[in-house]
């Protein structure tokens, strides 16, 4: 939604003041421009990333119009789910979790929460961490540098689409410029037209290095900064889901490892300590 909305901000901004100071919106429509622009930076991209990189791109974009799900509300079902999960197992050892881990779809814990039950990469993160402490090979520290590696390559993949949307947007001004000189060539080489002519002429080409910069800096260069910021909050997620599992690994209660988990949330989504034991309370009675 604020995606739109700055989109509409940037197009009222530049083009509405250019309006005002006397332009002509129209000479500012050059579809030979935006042909020349888009269709080098498209093939560049496909020059400079792999087969991966590029479905990976393409794949994250429709994410990047949609409001953020990494909401308080699923942070408090998180700490919830696993403090139900913790607890299962202070009470009834971990083999009584079993089934659980191997079919989350049916599982009376994990089935309480759908919106956590959808995101398979942290479900496969917590049962796969809790397989490893049901099967005792491990110690804490093992498992914990397991968690540290599994999401240090989790963010290195999720920062593929938006390095390349960074690079795409790094080229568009250049591409810009391209477009410009083809243009002036063009006006070069129309140099007996009248004056009148040449000056639109040069108008036009001037077009392509206002396209590219407009471009680059207005429409893609800010999305790869919402990637990032996205894969942060993904990240977040599962950092969350570790603290917890390791500090149940060293020995602490379920509802200190939550509260764990609970300082490591940032301040905007954060609940209270009160609010979280009231949340708790309340999913105990269902």
Do not use: W
């Not at 919106?25 to 042909?35: D, G, M, N, T, V």
């Not at 999305?223 to 599962?238: A, G, H, I």
């Amino acid at each position: 939604m604020f995606v739109i909305i700055g989109y509409i901000a940037v197009c009222f901004s530049v083009f509405g003041g250019y309006a005002l100071a006397g332009g002509h919106i129209a000479a500012l429509f050059q579809p030979l421009e935006l042909l020349m622009i888009g269709g080098a930076a498209i093939g560049a991209f496909l020059v400079g990333n792999d087969k991966k990189s590029i479905i990976a791109t393409i794949k994250a974009l429709p994410s990047i119009f949609k409001g953020s799900k990494y909401t308080k509300k699923l942070y408090m079902d998180l700490l919830s789910m696993l403090y139900e999960i913790l607890s299962k197992i202070r009470k009834d050892g971990l083999i009584s979790i079993e089934n659980d881990i191997e079919d989350p779809r049916n599982s009376s814990v994990f089935s309480k929460y759908p919106a956590l039950l959808n995101n398979h990469h942290l479900m496969h993160f917590i049962c796969d961490y809790l397989r490893l402490m049901l099967t005792g090979s491990m110690d804490a520290f093992q498992i914990e540098n397991l968690m540290e590696i599994e999401i240090e390559t989790h963010h290195e993949e999720g920062h593929v689409p938006a390095h390349c949307i960074a690079r795409l947007g790094d080229g568009l001004p250049a591409f810009g410029i391209v477009a410009a000189v083809m243009g002036v060539v063009h006006t070069m080489e129309s140099v007996g037209v009248p004056p009148a002519e040449l000056g639109i002429m040069i108008a036009h080409a001037l077009v392509g290095t206002f396209l590219g910069i407009l471009l680059a800096y207005g429409f893609v260069a800010p999305l790869s900064s919402l990637m990032e910021q996205k894969l942060n909050e993904s990240t977040k997620l599962l950092q969350t889901a570790k603290v917890i599992l390791i500090a149940n690994l060293n020995g602490y209660a379920p509802i200190i490892s939550i509260e764990f988990g609970r300082k490591v949330l940032n301040s905007t989504e954060r609940p209270e300590f009160i609010e979280l034991e009231e949340r708790i309370k309340k999913d105990k009675s269902r």
